[in-house]
C-alpha cells in the first residue's frame, strides 16, 4: 500500500535553509502531493502542493518566494525547499497526498494517505 516519509528537518537559525523530502512508494499514479505543517497547539496549515505531474504548484501566501515544491519522477520523492526560514515557519511537516483538484490541495481533509512528519524548528 501507500507509503510516504518524510526527512530533512531539523534546527536551523532564522534565515537559513532546509530541504525536505517526501518518498513515496505504492500507486500514487494521479495523485497531487502537498506538504501541511503543525505548530504546537495549531491547526494543520497548508504549505505548498504539486501536482502529479509536476506542472501546478500551489503555495501559501506567507512561503511564496521562499519556498519551492518539486517532484522528481524518478526517484519517487517531492521535495519542499525552504530558504529564508522564520521562526514562524516552526512546526512538524507532513506530506500527503490527494486526488483532489486545484481548488482543493489546500484542505487537510483532502489527503489520504500521510508520512509520519518531520519536525522543523527555526530559531530567532
Known amino acids: 500500500q501507500v507509503q510516504l516519509v518524510e526527512s530533512g528537518g531539523g534546527l536551523v537559525q532564522a534565515g537559513g535553509s532546509l530541504r525536505l523530502s517526501c518518498a513515496y512508494s505504492g500507486n500514487v499514479d494521479s495523485y497531487a502531493t502537498g506538504w501541511f505543517r503543525q505548530a504546537p497547539g495549531k491547526e494543520h496549515e497548508f504549505v505548498a502542493a504539486i501536482s502529479w505531474a509536476g506542472v501546478s504548484t500551489y503555495y501559501r501566501d506567507s512561503v511564496k518566494g521562499r519556498f519551492t515544491i518539486s517532484r522528481d519522477a524518478a526517484k519517487n520523492t517531492v521535495y519542499l525547499l525552504m530558504n529564508n526560514l522564520k521562526a514562524e515557519d516552526t512546526g512538524v511537516y507532513y506530506c500527503?497526498?490527494?486526488?483532489?483538484?486545484?481548488?482543493?490541495?489546500?484542505?487537510?481533509?483532502?489527503?489520504?494517505?500521510w508520512g509520519q512528519g518531520t519536525q522543523v524548528t527555526v530559531s530567532s
Open positions: 500527503g497526498v490527494t486526488l483532489a483538484g486545484a481548488l482543493r490541495v489546500g484542505r487537510h481533509q483532502e489527503y489520504e494517505y
